[in-house]
């Protein structure tokens, strides 16, 4: 059985005192919720890490960050590297979220270059993949997700993707609050689970977390959740709220 995944992606918002009140927020709504039923994480701003790995501390609930570069160290101003995540108590970190992608310019060699370095570096890396509206209007949804998941994960044998989960974000539904419907993110789950146990097998297709993300609100979530391949949910805006978020929690569970 996989367990569910709820993780909260804050992005470029909070600042040094609601980052931590957001933390104790969360700590405080889902002190309910055994851990054992459900992991969850949240994605603060580096800047906020620490702090945020403080306010969180004994409550079972996981900190991640939103990017790492793959060099361990060295001339490579502004980046930040799997050792530093680790040594201020990160566990996760995104790769390849489609605002790196699409508004920064990383490229799918970059993002699996990311997702190596991080395996090695000790984190646990969450593998952000998914179409842009034209895409997917074009009948390239399968295509696309194909070609991110080769390049994401080049260089992994079956034994560090142990260390992997996915997220299939769709573009078109991240911020806009036009959700996929759980029938959507189902098929292409599906897809990406039939196609990681082509390239490796199939317990490794059957053990790895496969998350939905893309307007993801208290509304919704239990939906989404109940289909079979889906097995968490990456939240964006409603992650912001600490309420609105720990109801997605008990949705997942
Ligand atoms: P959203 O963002 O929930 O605000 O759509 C999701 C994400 O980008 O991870």
């Known amino acids: 059985m996989r367990k569910p995944f709820v993780a909260g992606n804050w992005k470029e918002n909070t600042d040094s005192r609601s980052s931590v009140e957001l933390a104790k927020a969360v700590v405080a709504g889902s002190a309910g919720v055994a851990r054992e039923k459900v992991t969850v994480a949240v994605i603060p701003p580096f800047v906020y890490l620490q702090a945020v790995v403080r306010a969180v501390s004994a409550s079972g609930i996981a900190v991640g960050a939103q990017d790492v570069y793959f060099e361990p160290k060295g001339a490579f101003t502004g980046e930040i590297s799997p050792g530093m995540l680790k040594d201020v108590g990160c566990t996760y970190v995104l790769c390849g979220h489609s605002e790196r992608r699409h508004v920064i310019g990383e490229t799918d060699a970059l993002v699996g270059k990311k997702v190596t370095a991080a395996i090695g570096g000790g984190l ?71 196609l990681l146990a082509e390239k490796y097998d199939k317990s490794v297709a059957e053990e790895i977390r496969l998350l939905y993300g893309g307007s993801v609100k208290g509304d919704n979530a239990a939906d989404l959740m109940r289909e079979e391949d889906v097995d968490g949910l990456l939240v964006g805006g409603a992650s912001l709220k600490a309420d609105e978020f720990v109801r997605i929690i008990q949705a997942a569970v």
Request: aromatic share 4%; charged share 20%; hydrophobic share 40%.
């Open 124 to 194: 646990l890396p969450i593998l952000c993949v998914g179409e842009l509206l034209e895409e997917r209007d074009a009948g390239r949804t399968e295509q696309v997700v194909t070609r991110q998941l080769e390049a994401g994960l080049a260089g992994l044998n079956g034994e560090k993707m142990q260390a992997v989960t996915i997220a299939y974000e769709p573009v078109w539904a991240i911020g806009t609050g036009r959700t996929a419907t759980p029938q959507q993110a189902q098929e292409v789950h599906a897809f990406i689970r039939g």
